[in-house]
């Protein structure tokens, strides 16, 4: 069976807690989240798909060793998929933002991570509405929708339940086309 990887980087852990989340509601579909901080590129590329979480700071930057006291993450993991063929690779990534602090970069981590997956020939699913949220700007915005599911833990924290669980409703055919929505096989033929 194939099994989804769950990477992300975190400073605060909500994150992480999001994560978690994810592995959780999956069930053996997914294995245990690993932090990007800490994976090897083997570990990363052992995954034909992917769920990815990343939190965005201040000006739109991605976590890392480049911010004060942030341990390695996006920032140093990235950079080593640089020329690596990624075709074959199915990813839904996730932001997690502040979007009343922060509303001109709100969940830019999203548009960052997509790019490097799209350069090396990586299929992106898990667009998401933007209704809902009050920000004024975002890199990971594409016309009515995010590049993937945009997240708030401080100012909506009680509608992150249901729209990860919606987001996963959408993204995990794409991701385990041959199990499906969880439907019982002899449901689905019949």
């Not at 997914?30 to 798909?49: C, E």
Request: proline fraction near 7%; glycine fraction near 14%; charged fraction near 15%.
């Amino acid at each position: 069976m194939t099994r989804i990887g769950i990477f992300f980087g975190t400073e605060s852990g909500r994150t992480q807690m999001v994560a978690r989340y994810i592995a959780k509601s999956l069930g053996d579909a997914a294995s245990p989240p690993i932090d990007i901080g800490r994976a090897t590129l083997a570990d990363f590329l052992s995954y034909d798909a992917l769920i990815l979480g990343s939190p965005t700071h201040g000006g739109g930057q991605l976590p890392g060793r480049s911010l004060a006291a942030c341990p390695p993450s996006w920032q140093a993991f990235l950079p080593q998929l640089a020329g690596v063929d990624l075709s074959g690779k199915v990813a839904a990534i996730y932001g997690v933002g502040d979007q009343k602090q922060y509303p001109g970069a709100f969940v830019d981590a999203i548009a960052v991570i997509q790019d490097t997956l799209l350069t090396g020939g990586a299929r992106i699913v898990g667009r998401w509405p933007t209704s809902g949220y009050d920000f004024t700007a975002s890199r990971a915005v594409d016309g009515r929708h995010f590049l993937g599911l945009a997240l708030d833990q401080i100012n909506q924290p009680g509608l992150t339940g249901q729209r990860v669980e919606s987001w996963l409703a959408q993204v995990r055919p794409a991701l385990l086309p041959k199990q499906g929505s969880g439907m019982p096989a002899a449901l689905r033929s019949a």
